[in-house]
């Protein structure tokens, strides 16, 4: 019985382990994924003379050839707007753009949320507050 109780004790130890391990994982892709925004909204800004004021505008076509409606920068998947259980914003600001990543769950989809500007430095929050630029840097 005690040995037992011991194994059921170092399993939900090693199940929490593994879901932060996870967790961890998920993040590192969504700040990637941000970043990506980024460098496509570079990429617009070149092409177009100005930043996409949509994810959809830097997505694919849906029919046709891309244009700046759609300039095919970012896979459709991240131009929807929700990937690896999170919800990507993208918003024109006076000074350029902002992009906000947010868990759709916090906690179980994810405990850190993501903010990049067209000064191209990653901040992110630990907790549900969206991330902004006064937030810590991505490490």
């Known amino acids: 019985m005690v040995a037992v109780a011991v194994i059921a004790l170092l399993m939900s130890i090693a199940i929490l382990n593994l ?3 996870h967790l961890n994982s998920r993040e590192t892709v ?5 970043q990506t925004v980024g460098q496509a909204q570079v990429q617009y800004l070149s092409q177009y003379g100005r ?3 949509s994810l959809t505008e830097l ?4 029919a046709g050839t891309a244009g700046p409606q759609a300039a095919e920068l970012i896979p ?8 690896n259980g999170y919800r990507f914003t993208l918003a024109l600001t006076p ?3 902002s992009v906000n990543a947010n868990p759709k769950v916090f906690g179980a989809d994810g ?7 067209q000064n191209g430095t990653l901040h992110q929050n630990w907790g549900q507050e969206p991330a902004s630029a006064e ?5």
């Not at 405990?111 to 500007?117: A, G, H, I, P």
């Not at 937030?135 to 490490?139: A, G, I, R, T, Y």
């Open 19 to 21: 879901h932060k391990a």
């Open 30 to 34: 969504v700040a990637h994924e941000v």
């Open 51 to 53: 930043f996409a004021a």
């Open 59 to 62: 997505g694919p076509p849906s």
């Open 76 to 83: 459709a998947s991240l131009a929807s707007g929700e990937k």
């Open 95 to 97: 000074s350029g753009y």
């Open 111 to 117: 405990r850190r949320t993501f903010y990049l500007d």
């Open 135 to 139: 937030s810590p840097e991505f490490q």
